[in-house]
């Protein structure tokens, strides 16, 4: 079935409006996605700008000026894991004691 080119004038003229809506709805799509990007990459970059050269600064400072807490705390800490394992050591080598092993290890001691 061939279309003549009347028929396709026609068609075009009579669907004219929405054509013409449709058109209108993508470019404005378009546009608003457009804008979308460009603005978030700005805001990207405003953002980043502010931490480095207003952020970053500061919180070196804050760190380099609690240095000496901030060490102890980690001292603090690594003698608390080390607490931790020793105990956790002790329970284990505890209850080996108690059970057959205990005999086994009291028996090679002693030989």
Known sequence: MDISEKEIQAALSNSKKQIVDSIVEHLKERMIHDIKYASNDRV???IKEFMDNEIIPEFKKSLHTNKAFILKELENTSVSIG???????????????HGYRGGEILKKLVE
Not at 83 to 97: D, G, L, P, R, Y
């Open 44 to 46: 990207e970059l405003a």
């Open 83 to 97: 607490t931790e394992v020793s105990k956790a050591v002790m329970a284990k080598v505890i209850a080996n004691m």
